[in-house]
């Protein structure tokens, strides 16, 4: 770092004063706008089904066919009244009078039912609901009248898709409050031990806070425009990841703001001179991960495609408040910020003292952790790589094809138990039919097929609103119709011809398994086969079909996405260090990081947590998180060791970048780690299984790989790590004082390089 004069040198009143106050005024608006406009995400936040479709996928193909076969934008919830025992007379009759009270409550709409069981021990109906409303008010309302007016002592529930949508928002309400109160709250607590003083922490709160304000407000701006789709897990995602990142640039900020301050006692110059040393690796961090993240828009699921831009957006306003914000607030606050342990104005001979170990002045733990790389630097490192890989055998244990829809809340769900009812009594798939278009002059020859289909219990033509088209015997009364556009069924005795839109005819089939069971799954696999060797164009859609096509589409993009996020981050790399040699072992490194980070956790959700499965969308968005992420610390540390190497030579460099940022990044990390952590309270499988990932990932990534691999690899390589950069080349300055030194320290074999300094080798 360059000198300052210890005298208080003169700094014109407008960068004094002026600058950092209009900066911090005009933060407070952004704030005064931005915070409101937190509770107003619901307004353009959706978590329906639609906002998580694969684009190009066949079950979005059939969605939007049969769209074109109802008149409103209706969802189904299926209600279903269960007894111990076979339904008496008087009961059925009960239940039977729940369908005007249902119609009633839902504007007069049509509701199919009551339709008993073939045990006769429960009744379903099914009741459309427009999706344009509040599902999980409306499911509410739903569930209070059947519970009052359904026969005594009988169990009653409202499941199917509506259902389980509500309960799904119902999870996620504690997104715009419980989880940012707990992220914030372990932030606060951690920059207290850290920093152990009351003012400072605060100022980094203030600088998330309000980098999160921003984002909201950019991120609402861009969902009311159509630009981007905004759902419950984007949203959780963003909140978790513009606090983590904003605290971790300002971490790089204010250690190299406290460090200048022990150089000279004006504070605008220190912040000056702690802004030209941090500017750059916290831009190409920041830069890093917003690259990375918009290289989901490479996705061809709607939700990932949601939260490139989302999370992007995050990144780019955190980034703003680190390097606008908090050096206006240090400047205007200076040493007191600190307060009580402020740093002290070191002695003009001690500021920049001649290294050549690269631990002179140093002491504590990283001193010893740099005198264990100096020593040994190839065991450390092997050792270190030995570990990774058994870690990431793991992998082998992640069950990442899905999970049932019905696993993914956590908390108890009346939806879920109401699928379970469902099972017990109906066809496993009643209420959630697989949906098939087909053209209108085979229509008959694949209705056939699909009724001798394995898996398929019934299957039948829809008419104009949904009713089932009437073939040979008449349909049984109150058969239920399509999702999303029940009516009654027509008359016994007068046929209905079939509904057809531009040659094509809608078909629904029920399946004998519960629709997000693999069973199901299979089912849908079996019928594309079968059913395009009738017709070509053919188009098989449901429930069971978008979750299937869901879970392909993202096991796919792990082989597109990855690929292009490791390009990205290698040429930011290669342009910040300006070698290729060092990027690509640093790549290399936050890749066997996120192996074993997924590997251990792959452990512990089958072994510890006992989940069914993993979602199919986490080991992206964990590759995402953690490689993207993980290279902040590899900036972070290398920045600074390529600095020092200028000054001092590479291996003097590598311990003295060490152990100067070591207690930074080790910093970073735990906060990074505590604020990713808190997405474990929202009981949502995926938000829970990503918390895990991201938080032991980064942890693993700053105490091992940032703080013994890397260090102790590039010690092992010396000079060479930055080749074909001009610091690795033998005729260098720095290279050559690599070599004195050698010299020296062959001449005095001291094993501690710590030793070697005592010793007098210089």
């Given at each position: 770092?360059?000198?300052?004069?210890?005298?208080?040198?003169?700094?014109?009143?407008?960068l004094r004063?002026?600058?950092?106050a209009?900066l911090v005024?005009?933060?407070?608006a952004?704030?005064g706008?931005?915070g409101?406009?937190?509770?107003?995400?619901?307004e353009?936040s959706?978590?329906?089904?639609?906002?998580?479709l694969?684009?190009g996928a066949?079950?979005?193909e059939?969605?939007?066919?049969q769209?074109?076969?109802?008149d409103?934008?209706?969802?189904?919830?299926?209600?279903?009244?269960e007894?111990?025992?076979?339904f008496?007379?008087a009961?059925?009759?009960?239940?039977a009078?729940?369908?005007?009270?249902l119609?009633?409550?839902?504007?007069?709409?049509?509701?199919?039912?009551?339709?008993?069981?073939?045990?006769?021990?429960?009744?379903q109906?099914?009741v459309?609901?427009?999706?344009?409303?509040?599902?999980?008010?409306?499911?509410?309302?739903l569930?209070?009248?059947?519970?009052a007016?359904a026969?005594a002592?009988?169990?009653?529930?409202?499941?199917g898709p509506?259902?389980l949508?509500?309960d799904?928002?119902?999870?996620?309400?504690?997104?715009?409050?419980?989880?940012?109160?707990?992220?914030?709250?372990?932030?606060?607590l951690?920059l207290?031990?850290?920093y152990?003083?009351?003012?400072l922490?605060?100022?980094?709160?203030f600088?998330?806070?309000f980098?999160?304000?921003?984002?909201?407000l950019?991120?609402?701006?861009?969902?009311?425009?159509?630009?981007i789709?905004?759902n419950?897990?984007?949203?959780?995602?963003?909140?978790?990841?513009?606090?983590?990142?904003?605290?971790?640039?300002a971490l790089?900020?204010?250690a190299?703001?406290?460090?200048?301050?022990?150089?000279?006692?004006?504070?605008?110059?220190?912040?000056?001179t702690?802004?030209?040393?941090?500017?750059e690796p916290?831009?190409?961090s920041?830069?890093?991960?917003?690259?990375a993240l918009?290289?989901?828009?490479?996705s061809?699921?709607?939700?990932n495609?949601a939260l490139?831009p989302?999370?992007?957006?995050?990144?780019?306003?955190?980034l703003?408040?680190?390097?606008?914000?908090l050096?206006a607030?240090m400047?205007?606050?200076?040493?007191?910020?600190?307060?009580?342990?402020?740093?002290?104005?070191?002695?003009?001979?001690?500021?920049?003292?001649?290294?050549?170990?690269g631990?002179?002045?140093?002491?504590?733990?990283?001193?010893?952790?740099?005198?264990?790389?100096s020593?040994r630097?190839r065991?450390?490192?092997v050792?270190?790589v030995?570990?990774?890989?058994?870690?990431?055998?793991?992998?082998?244990?992640l069950?990442a094809n899905g999970?049932?829809?019905?696993?993914?809340?956590?908390?108890?769900s009346?939806?879920?138990?109401?699928?379970?009812?469902?099972?017990?009594h109906f066809?496993?798939?009643?209420g959630?039919?697989?949906?098939i278009?087909?053209d209108?002059a085979?229509?008959?020859?694949?209705?056939?097929?699909?009724k001798t289909?394995?898996?398929v219990?019934?299957?039948?033509?829809?008419?104009?609103?949904?009713a089932?088209?009437?073939?040979g015997?008449p349909?049984?009364?109150?058969?239920?119709?399509a999702?999303?556009a029940p009516?009654?069924?027509?008359?016994?005795g007068?046929?209905a011809?079939?509904a057809?839109?531009d040659?094509k005819?809608?078909i629904?089939a029920?399946l004998?398994?519960?629709?997000?069971s693999?069973?199901?799954?299979?089912?849908?696999?079996?019928l594309?086969?079968?059913?395009?060797?009738?017709?070509?164009?053919?188009?098989?859609?449901?429930?069971?079909?978008?979750a299937?096509?869901?879970n392909?589409?993202?096991?796919?993009?792990l082989?597109?996405i990855i690929?292009?996020?490791l390009?990205?981050?290698l040429?930011?790399?290669?342009?910040?260090?300006?070698?290729?040699?060092?990027?690509?072992?640093l790549?290399?490194?936050?890749?066997?990081?996120y192996?074993a980070?997924?590997?251990?956790?792959?452990?512990?959700?089958?072994?510890?947590?006992?989940?069914?499965g993993?979602?199919?969308?986490?080991p992206l968005?964990?590759f995402?998180?953690l490689?993207?992420l993980?290279?902040?610390?590899?900036?972070?540390l290398m920045?600074?060791?390529?600095?020092?190497?200028?000054?001092?030579g590479?291996r003097?460099?590598?311990?003295r970048?060490?152990?100067?940022?070591?207690?930074?990044?080790?910093?970073?990390?735990?906060?990074?780690?505590?604020?990713?952590?808190?997405l474990?309270v929202?009981?949502?499988?995926?938000?829970?299984?990503?918390?895990?990932?991201?938080?032991?990932?980064?942890?693993?990534?700053?105490v091992?790989v940032?703080?013994?691999?890397?260090?102790?690899?590039?010690?092992d390589?010396?000079?060479r790590?930055?080749?074909?950069?001009?610091?690795g080349?033998?005729?260098?300055?720095?290279a050559?004082?690599?070599?004195?030194?050698?010299t020296?320290?062959?001449?005095?074999?001291?094993?501690?390089?710590?030793?070697n300094?005592?010793?007098?080798?210089?």
């Amino acid at each position: 770092m360059k000198t300052t004069s210890s005298a208080a040198t003169r700094v014109p009143f407008w960068l004094r004063w002026l600058i950092p106050a209009v900066l911090v005024l005009a933060w407070l608006a952004i704030a005064g706008v931005g915070g409101p406009t937190f509770g107003r995400l619901s307004e353009v936040s959706s978590n329906d089904q639609a906002s998580f479709l694969p684009a190009g996928a066949e079950a979005t193909e059939a969605a939007d066919w049969q769209a074109k076969f109802r008149d409103s934008k209706e969802i189904p919830a299926v209600i279903v009244v269960e007894s111990d025992s076979a339904f008496t007379p008087a009961q059925l009759r009960e239940a039977a009078a729940l369908k005007g009270k249902l119609e009633a409550l839902q504007a007069g709409s049509t509701v199919i039912g009551p339709i008993p069981s073939e045990d006769a021990k429960a009744v379903q109906f099914v009741v459309p609901i427009d999706s344009s409303a509040e599902v999980k008010t409306v499911v509410k309302e739903l569930r209070n009248a059947v519970q009052a007016s359904a026969p005594a002592g009988m169990q009653t529930f409202v499941t199917g898709p509506a259902g389980l949508t509500a309960d799904l928002v119902s999870a996620f309400a504690g997104i715009d409050g419980i989880l940012l109160l707990v992220a914030l709250g372990a932030v606060f607590l951690i920059l207290l031990i850290v920093y152990r003083s009351l003012l400072l922490p605060v100022m980094v709160l203030f600088t998330s806070v309000f980098a999160l304000c921003a984002a909201i407000l950019l991120v609402f701006g861009m969902a009311k425009a159509g630009w981007i789709q905004l759902n419950g897990q984007s949203q959780g995602i963003l909140s978790i990841l513009v606090i983590g990142a904003a605290t971790d640039y300002a971490l790089l900020y204010v250690a190299r703001f406290r460090e200048a301050l022990t150089h000279t006692t004006n504070r605008t110059a220190a912040a000056v001179t702690a802004w030209k040393a941090a500017w750059e690796p916290i831009l190409a961090s920041g830069a890093t991960v917003i690259i990375a993240l918009l290289c989901l828009l490479f996705s061809d699921l709607n939700s990932n495609k949601a939260l490139g831009p989302v999370a992007a957006a995050g990144i780019l306003c955190a980034l703003f408040a680190a390097l606008t914000l908090l050096p206006a607030l240090m400047a205007l606050l200076g040493r007191a910020a600190f307060w009580p342990f402020r740093p002290k104005l070191l002695p003009e001979t001690d500021r920049e003292p001649e290294l050549v170990t690269g631990l002179e002045g140093q002491k504590g733990l990283w001193r010893a952790t740099g005198s264990l790389v100096s020593r040994r630097p190839r065991t450390v490192w092997v050792a270190s790589v030995l570990l990774l890989l058994v870690a990431a055998t793991g992998l082998l244990q992640l069950k990442a094809n899905g999970v049932a829809q019905t696993d993914v809340i956590l908390t108890a769900s009346n939806a879920v138990d109401g699928q379970d009812a469902l099972g017990r009594h109906f066809d496993a798939g009643s209420g959630s039919p697989a949906v098939i278009v087909a053209d209108e002059a085979k229509a008959q020859d694949v209705l056939a097929k699909l009724k001798t289909s394995d898996g398929v219990g019934d299957a039948y033509l829809l008419a104009e609103g949904g009713a089932p088209v009437i073939t040979g015997a008449p349909a049984a009364p109150g058969a239920p119709a399509a999702p999303g556009a029940p009516a009654a069924p027509a008359a016994p005795g007068a046929p209905a011809a079939p509904a057809t839109r531009d040659g094509k005819v809608l078909i629904n089939a029920t399946l004998n398994h519960a629709a997000d069971s693999a069973e199901a799954e299979n089912a849908v696999v079996s019928l594309r086969q079968d059913l395009k060797k009738i017709d070509a164009g053919v188009l098989v859609g449901g429930v069971t079909a978008t979750a299937l096509d869901t879970n392909t589409t993202a096991q796919r993009d792990l082989v597109t996405i990855i690929p292009v996020v490791l390009g990205v981050i290698l040429v930011i790399l290669m342009l910040l260090l300006r070698s290729v040699l060092a990027p690509v072992l640093l790549v290399a490194s936050v890749v066997l990081s996120y192996a074993a980070a997924t590997g251990v956790s792959a452990f512990v959700f089958n072994n510890v947590f006992g989940f069914p499965g993993a979602d199919a969308t986490v080991p992206l968005f964990g590759f995402v998180f953690l490689v993207a992420l993980g290279v902040d610390y590899n900036i972070f540390l290398m920045s600074r060791v390529r600095e020092e190497s200028l000054k001092h030579g590479t291996r003097a460099g590598i311990l003295r970048g060490l152990v100067v940022t070591g207690g930074v990044i080790t910093s970073a990390g735990v906060v990074l780690a505590a604020t990713f952590a808190a997405l474990g309270v929202i009981p949502i499988m995926f938000l829970v299984q990503l918390a895990f990932i991201v938080a032991f990932g980064v942890l693993l990534d700053t105490v091992l790989v940032r703080s013994l691999l890397v260090p102790a690899l590039a010690y092992d390589i010396g000079p060479r790590l930055w080749w074909p950069g001009k610091l690795g080349r033998p005729g260098s300055g720095a290279a050559a004082r690599d070599g004195a030194r050698a010299t020296l320290s062959a001449e005095n074999p001291k094993a501690d390089p710590a030793e070697n300094e005592a010793a007098g080798v210089r």
